[in-house]
């Protein structure tokens, strides 16, 4: 069984350009999830999707951060324009339906911002 | 509110002895179910353990245990025989209620010496 998939892994780019990720969570994966990790911190959830809706997106920055999962399969995660701040690593998570709620996590997307 | 504490912020261990990560959580639901993540540096999040309130069982997965003390809000997790691969973040998290939302401790860094 595959696992979730995310790119680019690594991406640099200058304040106030714009970047997106892209996650395929694993197949049946009804469950999507995307979390900001800043360094030596604990992740942070950004959006939670079900199938194609939002299920909480409450700590979105929504003035420059947006998601979508159009089909309720792969999600895209985009950031314009970005801050210095938004320097992280992007976690996409999925989670299967029902079970105990456990996260099956991507290698995550680093992003730097000079 | 529901919450998770980890209050080591960071642990060290030598190689082949046990060391004990401590978690505890708060929160008002009766079924609920604590997992134990590892995050090695610049590597994906995976799951170690996880334990189901409903179980009075302590969890065990090869030489990762917990010691689940329900009535003391108590989840923490024993490494033993450390190995040098084990070095890597340990966060506690609580999945709690309908929402499906995992509840994040801060991690513990955890350094296994040669």
């Known amino acids: 069984e595959a696992g979730v998939a995310q790119s680019p892994r690594y991406k640099i780019i200058e304040k106030r350009q714009s970047v997106a990720f892209w996650c395929n969570p694993i197949s049946g994966h009804a469950t999507l999830y995307w979390y900001q990790q800043i360094l030596g911190q604990g992740p942070k959830l950004l959006i939670q999707f079900q199938n194609n809706g939002v299920v909480d997106d409450s700590q979105l920055p929504k003035d420059r951060f947006s998601a979508e999962r159009l089909k309720g399969v792969d999600s895209t995660l985009k950031i314009q324009p970005a801050k210095l701040e938004d320097s992280a690593v992007y976690l996409c998570?999925?989670?299967?339906?029902?079970?105990?709620?456990?996260?099956?996590f991507g290698e995550g997307s680093r992003l730097t911002v000079l | 509110a529901q919450t998770v504490t980890q209050s080591q912020p960071e642990m060290s261990v030598q190689e082949a002895e046990t060391v004990t990560l401590s978690c505890t959580y708060d929160t008002s639901e009766n079924n609920y179910y604590l997992f134990w993540y590892k995050q090695p540096p610049s590597r994906q999040m995976i799951l170690v353990i996880r334990q189901e309130a409903y179980k009075q069982q302590n969890a065990t997965e090869n030489r990762f245990s917990v010691n689940f003390q329900k009535a003391a809000k108590s989840f923490s997790l024993k490494i033993s025989d450390s190995q040098l691969g084990d070095t890597a973040m340990y966060f506690c998290?609580?999945?709690?209620?309908?929402?499906?939302?995992?509840?994040w401790g801060l991690g513990t860094s955890l350094a296994v010496n040669p």
């Open positions: 998570a999925s989670r299967p339906q029902g079970g105990a709620g456990e996260l099956f």
């Open positions: 998290a609580l999945n709690a209620g309908n929402n499906r939302k995992l509840i």
